[in-house]
Each structure stands twice: as C-alpha cells, then as structure tokens.
C-alpha cells in the first residue's frame, strides 16, 4: 500500500495527485499486487478518479475521501510508503507549493519512509537516502521507480522509516521544543523596548 494525503483542490495540483497517477501505471508492471490510497477530498477529485478510469487502473486507485483522526492513523500504519511528489512553482505571478509539509512529518512518526520532491520546502528536511527518497515532481518515471525501489526492498524501507521516525521523535521532542522557547524567549525585546520602538515608528 502507497498512500498519499492531502487535499485535492484544483486551486492545490501542485500537491501531485496527477503526476503519483500518471506513475501508478508503471509501478503496476513490476508491483501488479500494489494499491494506492487517496486521503483527501476537493474539487479536484472528480477530473483525477476520471484520469484513474482512462488509465484503467480503478482498481488498484482508491479515493477514501476525508477520513477521521484515527481512521488517517490505521492508514499511515497499514501503508508501506508515503509517496506526495509536491510540485514548487516560484515563477508564476503568484507562486505555490507545499509551505511545509506537516504529512510527510506524520508518516515519518508512523516510521514510514517517504518520497517527496527535490526542490521545496519538504526537501529541506527530508534526507534523500535516509528517510526516504527525493524526486522530481514533475516526472512519472522517476517516481514510479522511487516508489518500486521501495517496495522491493522492505528490509531498506524500514530502516528508512526508522531513521525518519527517530529524527521526528528528536527534532520534535518537547525538552528541543522547550528549549527552542526558551531561546526564542531570551531574544524577545523587553516591554519598554517594544514601547519605544512603537514610539519610533510613530514619529
């Protein structure tokens, strides 16, 4: 099971909804047992259940829709890969793409492995080869054989997701948490310098 969530909103097809469907066809040749799960819903669910039809790969494509709290942790539990191949798009009148990508921080927590683009935001943290594999968002194939690589080699896949849940569990733990407060706290200006500098800018 590959799973990918987000919302799918025609205002958010960076996401890579699409490009993880044009892939899925390919990862079927050498993984015909492979079934790929949808957490989600939007606008945009309609155009990509009629692409998975055209692709005539219904059957391994399922849409679960808007799941609750616990149902979204029995399926980054039951997956073996979390797969959302992002698109960043910085040259168009208004730029997009993933701000952060808390759900790869989640499967990482579940101690899953995860594929995630090579340019934005999750990229920033998620190590290509340790806690998973970094793509080009754009690219079907490149994906598709992420995803094979994968899951032809549990044994690497779960020390991928072992290592991606040991850096969440530190990176993220509530004594870094507390000190990443604290630090915040001992540089926070004072309330006479935050009056004084109302007072500047008044002038």
């Not at 798009?89 to 208004?94: E, F, K």
């Not at 997009?96 to 934005?120: N, Q």
Request: include cysteine; hydrophobic fraction near 40%.
């Amino acid at each position: 099971m590959v799973l990918t969530v987000g919302r799918m909103a025609a205002a958010e097809r960076y996401k890579g909804h699409d490009v993880m469907i044009e892939a899925w066809p390919l990862v079927l040749r050498r993984m015909p047992d492979a079934v790929y799960w949808i957490v989600g819903s939007g606008d945009d669910s309609k155009r990509l259940e009629l692409r998975v039809r055209e692709l005539g790969i219904a059957e391994s494509v399922h849409f679960a829709g808007a799941v609750s709290a616990e149902e979204l942790d029995v399926c980054y539990t039951l997956c073996r890969v979390f797969a959302m191949p992002a698109r960043t798009d910085l040259g168009s009148t208004v730029p997009c793409g993933e701000g952060f990508g808390i759900v790869f921080l989640e499967a990482m927590a579940h101690g899953k492995p995860v594929i995630g683009p090579s340019v934005g935001a999750p990229a920033e943290f998620i190590r290509s080869g340790e806690h998973g594999l970094l793509v080009d968002p754009t690219d079907p194939i490149e994906i598709a054989q992420a995803v094979v690589e994968l899951l032809e080699d549990p044994e690497r896949a779960r020390r991928m997701g072992v290592a991606g849940r040991e850096w969440v569990a530190s990176e993220f733990s509530f004594e870094r948490f507390s000190d990443r407060l604290r630090n915040g706290l001992q540089s926070w200006p004072s309330n006479q310098q935050r009056r004084n500098q109302k007072e500047c800018e008044s002038w």
